[in-house]
């Protein structure tokens, strides 16, 4: 059982190019989230989706899109990279959650990214 | 507001007892989490509190005072292995799932 898998582990990009980091997961998961961590500083949410063909803003969606055409993908496009997007970018899946249900995040191992 | 507050560096000895502690200010609460982060891996899941008092789990044990918006993580006879950062987190509304991280603290654990 892979879980969340995220390609790729590392990256560096120019001022102005655009990549998109892939997210899958097998377990099913209805829910799944993106990321991102700096030296620090806390995760942030970048945006989530709690199931195919849904996804909605977290705390810093400015300068990424997201789609979920599929249960198991869930990648993020960075169209104009900017310096302030160097970061380490998690993606992570769980169960929906309800009330008194602890539905715990399943983390990937992280895409570090360098944008210089 | 949200807030999420945990000390930013700890040390303990091997074999010792840490607590780390973490106290909220959140617009709604449905469980609060703790999660262990090596360096330059991914967060693992460790406890999930979402009523008051104490969740044992072998070694490592977590309570909730949700009146005092707080929260403390137990670890017993640490291990070297314990050396991570712990990452306190919130969840304020059911039915989204997102959670609300903490900025961890980084435990450094000596023989």
């Known amino acids: 059982n892979a879980g969340v898998t995220q390609t790729p582990k590392f990256r560096i990009l120019k001022i102005g190019q655009s990549m998109t980091l892939q997210c899958t997961q097998d377990?099913?998961?209805?829910?799944m989230y993106w990321y991102r961590q700096d030296p620090g500083m806390g995760l942030k949410l970048i945006y989530y989706?709690?199931?195919?063909?849904?996804?909605d803003k977290g705390e810093v969606p400015n300068g990424y899109n997201v789609s979920r055409s599929t249960t198991e993908d869930f990648p993020l496009r960075l169209e104009l990279a900017a310096p302030s997007q160097t970061s380490v970018y998690f993606c992570?899946?769980?169960?929906?959650?309800?009330?008194?249900?602890?539905?715990?995040?399943?983390f990937g191992n992280g895409t570090r990214l360098t944008v210089t | 507001g949200q807030n999420i507050d945990q000390p930013t560096e700890m040390t303990a000895t091997e074999g010792a007892i840490v607590q780390i502690n973490c106290t909220y200010q959140?617009?709604?609460?449905?469980?609060l989490f703790w999660y262990q982060q090596h360096a330059g891996e991914a967060p693992t899941f460790l406890s999930y509190n979402v009523l008051d008092g104490l969740e044992e789990k072998g070694r490592f044990s977590s309570f909730l005072s949700r009146s005092k918006g707080y929260s403390y993580l137990l670890l017993k006879e640490l291990q070297m292995k314990d050396s991570a950062s712990y990452l306190c987190?919130?969840?304020?509304?059911?039915?989204?799932?997102?959670?609300?991280f903490g900025k961890g603290t980084k435990l450094s654990v000596k023989p």
């Open positions: 989706s709690v199931g195919a063909g849904i996804t």
């Open positions: 987190a919130v969840r304020e509304v059911a039915g989204k799932g997102n959670l609300i």
């Open positions: 959140t617009s709604g609460f449905n469980g």
């Open positions: 377990m099913n998961h209805n829910y």
């Open positions: 992570a899946s769980s169960l929906p959650d309800r009330v008194g249900d602890s539905s715990p995040l399943h």
